[in-house]
């Protein structure tokens, strides 16, 4: 999929979909970007996915350490804490809610004509 998302609602889900990918494979910011990319995202860009990253660090639901790379410096690789892997839980739920009741409305079926308020 190569079509662009809406940037408002990717921006409100991109920490639910960083967590479940960092909770599926430790990895570094390059290639959680790569990973989102090949999941569809192409539109999401490293300088979207790094500050994202730091912001989950400092929340402290990332854990980062840095391993030796012989193409150039150490990488900082990110695995989910507790706390990330509780907000991965609760997250996911509210998501799961969120999209039932956005179904929910959208699959209602519309009148031929729409209809005037009140």
Not at 101 to 116: H, I, S, T, W
């Amino acid at each position: 999929m190569t079509s662009s998302h809406d940037p408002q609602l990717l921006k409100g889900v991109l920490s639910l979909l960083l967590l479940h990918l960092l909770a599926e494979q430790e990895s570094y910011g390059y290639e959680v970007a790569q990973r989102l990319q090949a999941a569809g995202f192409a539109d999401v860009l490293e300088g979207t996915v790094y500050p994202a990253l730091a912001r989950l660090e400092r929340e402290g639901r990332l854990a980062t350490r840095l391993v030796a790379s012989s193409s150039g410096p150490a990488r900082k690789y990110y695995r989910l804490t507790d706390a990330g892997q509780q907000a991965l839980t609760a997250g996911t739920t509210g998501w799961a809610r969120h999209v039932a009741g956005v179904d929910a409305v959208l699959a209602r079926p519309l009148p031929d004509a729409p209809q005037k308020g009140s």
